[in-house]
């Protein structure tokens, strides 16, 4: 059976579980679709990032 050669220290045990602190991403609505989308992120229905047209608007089908 495998065994541990050291005792793992708190700090690498920290590193380890950091990632169960993880929250579920955040969404917010757009003020100009009504769509919800994340912050800092282009709204892909219209294409538009902060009020500037970055992409060709998605058609929908």
Do not use: C, N, W
């Not at 050291?6 to 757009?30: H, N, Q, W």
């Amino acid at each position: 059976m495998a065994v541990p050669k050291r005792k793992t220290t708190p700090m690498k045990r920290g590193f380890r579980r950091s990632a169960d602190a993880l929250k579920s991403p955040v969404y917010v609505e757009d003020q100009e679709s009504g769509e919800l989308r994340r912050p800092h992120h282009i709204d892909l229905k219209t294409g538009k990032y902060r009020g500037r047209q970055i992409l060709e608007p998605k058609d929908t089908v």
